[in-house]
């Protein structure tokens, strides 16, 4: 499968710098290695330092992983999930019908 970098590009220029972060450090075996190329560029034009992307890894280490060893996201947003909490699952979001388990980040 072949991608567009011109249009990774443009998308990665939008993208908010934590995001990026995220991307290089959490998700980087999901990735693309040109789109993590683009990633690493734009955040060195960004002002970012690899001492930066290596403590933004190290802070993320113990982000939650699944069976094949890729990271799970929040189920509330993108971010890293960092811990399993209580739940409940809800008809139509409003009715709560029995507990399950919810990937959380450190936001929520």
């Known amino acids: 499968m072949s991608i567009d970098l011109k249009t990774v590009a443009?998308?990665?220029r939008k993208a908010?710098?934590?995001d990026l972060l995220d991307r290089v450090t959490v998700y980087r075996e999901e990735m693309e290695p040109a789109a993590?190329?683009?990633?690493?560029?734009?955040l060195w034009v960004r002002?970012?330092?690899?001492?930066?992307?290596?403590?933004?890894?190290?802070?993320?280490?113990?982000?939650?992983?699944?069976?094949?060893g890729t990271a799970r996201r929040c189920d509330?947003?993108?971010r890293p999930?960092?811990?399993?909490?209580?739940?409940?699952?809800?008809?139509?979001?409003?009715l709560p019908l029995f507990?399950?388990?919810?990937?959380r980040c450190e936001g929520h």
């Open 76 to 78: 509330l947003c993108e």
């Open 47 to 68: 002002g970012l330092t690899r001492d930066a992307l290596e403590e933004h890894a190290v802070q993320y280490s113990t982000a939650l992983r699944r069976a094949d």
């Open 16 to 18: 908010e710098t934590t």
């Open 81 to 94: 999930a960092m811990s399993l909490r209580w739940g409940w699952y809800q008809l139509y979001g409003r």
């Open 36 to 42: 993590v190329d683009l990633m690493e560029n734009e």
């Open 10 to 12: 443009a998308n990665i």
């Open 99 to 103: 507990p399950k388990r919810i990937a």
